[in-house]
């Protein structure tokens, strides 16, 4: 049977294109054509040391007035006169207010003048007395006339002593019309001008007095920081540290410890004080503040890059004899002088410090040799 020459065509290309399918099967399935394996990724290795490093806690808070006092009037009485301007800095004793004193020198002359008529009182009946001292012994009067004597003796006697305080209640009330500086430190807004009512029930001060110096901080730390504060401060007086509105570091005393962890957040409270003669630190003020409770002994430490953060907490990487990645679970608890303080790693061990990132447990490496081994 003859082939017409367009089908022997179409059987020709048939067999080619088969052929080249073939072909290029053949080629992706042979060894030679299978893609390279990935290298194993290149790491550096630093050795865990064990220092004796300076214990310095990071936290927030603000400076405190460690006096703030409402100045409020005594008496009710007009203001007579405002002896400084509102914002002065004013010393402890320092005049503040007059107040008009009418009422209360009238009230003092009125009771000096009672203390002088009591007096005439008691010493008329005092001369009585005497008097009828040698006439009950020749019985010139009754025991009933003597007993009377002696009652009205020490009646006036009692009065007297009366006017007395009298006098006393007066000149308090009169000393109240002149009001002093409690403490010293830096007045706030001037709610009273002359010819103002100070009222002793008014709900707004006179004025207000924040103490400057010295001032305080108050701030707080979580309570596993609590045991290392007062070992602490067994040994020697704990130091504070914020800056001033010069951005200088200055430095206070830690003076009072909380008598309880908070249940709600786990912190304590602390205050601390400082000099501030030159009034740059002001009460309200945000701070960042640093605590120095002492040494932690033999604190193991790694690079902060080493210490990796994963679903369970932190942990490192170290190689096994295989060159093999496997993870070590680490507490991290703080990062200081640009190390990382751990526990759960002993000293000289060796762990992954670059690379760690492309990591996975169990994956092979390859440890970079002029990095194996490598210390802070």
């Not at 203001?79 to 004793?93: I, L, N, P, S």
């Not at 009692?158 to 002093?180: H, N, W």
């Not at 602490?232 to 130091?239: L, S, Y």
Request: aromatic residues 6%; charged residues 15%; contains cysteine.
């Amino acid at each position: 049977m003859t082939i017409s020459k367009p089908k022997r065509l179409a059987v020709i290309t048939f067999v080619l294109v088969c052929g080249a399918s073939f072909w290029g099967y053949s080629l992706r399935t042979s060894p030679a054509a299978e893609k390279p394996a990935a290298a194993a990724p290149l790491v550096s290795l630093v050795a865990a040391q064990s220092k004796d490093l300076p214990l310095t806690l990071n936290t927030q808070g603000h400076l405190v007035s460690l006096n703030q006092v409402d100045v409020r009037g005594q008496v009710t009485s007009a203001v007579a006169q405002v002896a400084f301007h509102e914002g002065d800095f004013v010393k402890k004793g320092q005049l503040l207010f007059v107040l008009d004193d009418a009422e209360q020198q009238a009230a003092l002359h009125h009771a000096v003048a009672q203390l002088a008529v009591m007096k005439a009182q008691r010493d008329k009946a005092t001369s009585d007395l005497n008097r009828g001292k040698s006439l009950v012994k020749q019985n010139y009067i009754s025991s009933s006339d003597w007993d009377t004597l002696v009652s009205a003796q020490q009646q006036y006697a009692a009065q007297y002593l009366s006017a007395q305080d009298d006098i006393r209640t007066a000149q308090a009330q009169l000393a109240y019309t002149r009001i002093y500086a409690p403490v010293s430190g830096k007045t706030g807004a001037l709610n009273v001008h002359p010819g103002s009512l100070a009222q002793p029930s008014s709900t707004l001060p006179l004025v207000s007095i924040n103490q400057f110096d010295p001032i305080g901080a108050e701030f707080t730390l979580p309570e596993q920081n609590l045991n290392s504060v007062i070992v602490a401060q067994q040994h020697e007086p704990v130091k504070v540290w914020v800056n001033d509105a010069n951005g200088k570091r200055i430095a206070g005393t830690l003076n009072f410890i909380d008598n309880s962890v908070s249940t709600t957040s786990g912190t304590v409270s602390f205050k601390a004080t400082f000099d501030n003669a030159n009034n740059l630190l002001w009460p309200g003020l945000y701070q960042n503040i640093t605590v120095d409770a002492g040494t932690t002994p033999n604190a193991v430490v790694l690079p902060p890059q080493a210490v990796q953060d994963g679903p369970d907490g932190h942990f490192v990487y170290v190689i096994d004899k295989q060159s093999h990645a496997a993870t070590v679970p680490v507490t991290l608890l703080r990062i200081q002088q640009q190390m990382a303080v751990v526990e759960g790693l002993s000293a000289g061990m060796q762990v992954v410090s670059e690379g760690a990132r492309m990591l996975r447990p169990g994956m092979a490496v390859t440890v970079a040799a002029n990095h194996a081994g490598q210390t802070l």
